[in-house]
Every structure is written in C-alpha cells, then in structure tokens.
C-alpha cells in the first residue's frame, strides 16, 4: 500500500506564491514519475507539472516560468512552487506518483487533492 498526502493549499492574492506539498508513505522502494494535476469544477482533471526520474520536468503552457516542480528523494515528496498566481489558477490540485513498490511490482497512487484558490 502506498498513500500520498498533500498539505500546503490555501487562499492567496493575485501575484501570490504557494508552495504545496506531496509526500508518500509505504512500501515505496523507487518513484520513477511525479505529476501535478489540477481541476476545476465540470472541467478534466489536467497535468500541470511533470519530473520524471532523471530530471526531465515538463510544465503545462499557461504555467512555463511561474510554477517549478521538485522532489526529495529522502522524504519520498515532490512540491510545487506555484509564483505569480492567477485567479484562473483556482482549482483542486492533486499529486501523482508512479513508482516500484519494496515487492517490486509497479504502483500508482493518488493524493487526496488540496484545494488553491487565488483571489483578492
């Protein structure tokens, strides 16, 4: 069993930052892909930042040059450094990891959304 819990949403100003949090617990032995989603109430749920194993990171377009993605490897977390918000930011945002479990065997696990909203 794996579990993500994430921590760090909020309320924030236009021109805010926020960091959020994704940490992982049980039995990971190697997480090899970490994605930030969002989604906003009637809208698919979208990819917002990707690090992969290896550092390649991919950012979605409406979010280049103001959010960076990273992780801890020791702490088994990636964040998100969210700067120069905008309301059209407001949403649920939700960690994703891939990785092998300490039997071997791939896992895919969720974290329970944390909720951001960016308003004055």
């Not at 990171?57 to 979010?63: I, P, T, W």
């Not at 702490?75 to 120069?84: A, D, I, N």
């Not at 092998?100 to 951001?116: D, E, K, L, N, Y």
Request: charged letters at 15%.
């Amino acid at each position: 069993q794996v579990q993500l819990v994430e921590s760090g949403g909020g309320l924030v100003q236009p021109g805010g930052s926020l960091r959020l949090s994704c940490a992982a617990s049980g039995n990971v032995s190697s997480i090899n892909v970490m994605t930030w989603y969002r989604q906003t109430p009637g809208q698919e749920r979208e990819s917002v930042a990707v690090l992969v194993n290896g550092g390649m990171r991919n950012f979605a377009d409406s979010v280049k040059g103001r959010f960076t993605i990273s992780r801890d490897n020791a702490k088994k977390s990636v964040y998100l450094e969210m700067g120069s918000l905008k309301p059209e930011d407001t949403a649920v945002y939700y960690c994703h990891i891939q990785g092998i479990t300490t039997w071997g065997r791939p896992f895919s696990a969720w974290g329970q959304g944390t909720q951001v909203i960016v308003s004055s």
